[in-house]
C-alpha cells in the first residue's frame, strides 16, 4: 500500500510584466505556511521519504519550507512536467515513479492537484474549489507500485486547508 500527499504550493506573489508565472516566489504569508505544513506533518510523524515538485520557483520554494518546518532530510526532486499539468499529466507522471517510496509528496498546481486528488478518490475531476494555496490532501492507495496508480485507487485519508 502507497500513500500520497498532495499539496498546492502555498501563497505567491501575483504575475506580471517584470514576474514571469514561472518565477513568482512565495509571499511571506506562504512561507509561513509550508513551514507550518511541515512541522504539522513531523507532529504527526508522518515520514517523507520522496518529494517531487515543479520547476516553478514557488513549488520548489513551498517544498523547501515543508522539508525545514519538519526538519526532513530529504532531497527534492524537481520536475518540469509537473508545472501546471492537469491531473491526467500528473497521474501519469505518478506512474513513472520508481518503486522507491512507500509514501511520497507531490508539490504542484491547480488545477491539477485538485484534478489528481479527484481522480485517485471519486473517479471524477471535481474537487477544485477546495484546493485553496496551501491545501494539503493526503490519499491512501490501494496498489503496491507506483505504476498501479490509476483512478478509484485511492481514498481521502486526510485533508488541511491552509
Excluded at 71 to 98: D, H, K, M, T
Excluded at 104 to 128: K, M, N, W, Y
Aim: with cysteine.
Amino acid at each position: 500500500m502507497k500513500s500520497l500527499l498532495i499539496l498546492r504550493h502555498a501563497e505567491a506573489l501575483p504575475a506580471g510584466p517584470h514576474l514571469p508565472d514561472p518565477d513568482r516566489p512565495l509571499t511571506d504569508a506562504g512561507t509561513a505556511q509550508a513551514l507550518a505544513i511541515g512541522a504539522a506533518l513531523a507532529v504527526r510523524a508522518i515520514p517523507l521519504p520522496k518529494v517531487v515538485c515543479s520547476s516553478a520557483v514557488r513549488a520548489r520554494e513551498t517544498a523547501s519550507c515543508v522539508l525545514e518546518g519538519g526538519q526532513y532530510g530529504v532531497a527534492i526532486e524537481v520536475s518540469q512536467r509537473l508545472y501546471n499539468a492537469p491531473g491526467e499529466e500528473l497521474l501519469a507522471a505518478l506512474q513513472a515513479w520508481p518503486e522507491d517510496a512507500e509514501r511520497a509528496l507531490l508539490v504542484a498546481h491547480v488545477p491539477g492537484v485538485a484534478e489528481l486528488t479527484g481522480i485517485l478518490t471519486t473517479e471524477h475531476v471535481d474537487l477544485a474549489v477546495i484546493f485553496q494555496a496551501a491545501t494539503l490532501a493526503e490519499v491512501d492507495l490501494n496498489i503496491d507500485k507506483w505504476s498501479e496508480i490509476d483512478y478509484g485507487t485511492g481514498a481521502l485519508r486526510m485533508l488541511l486547508p491552509p
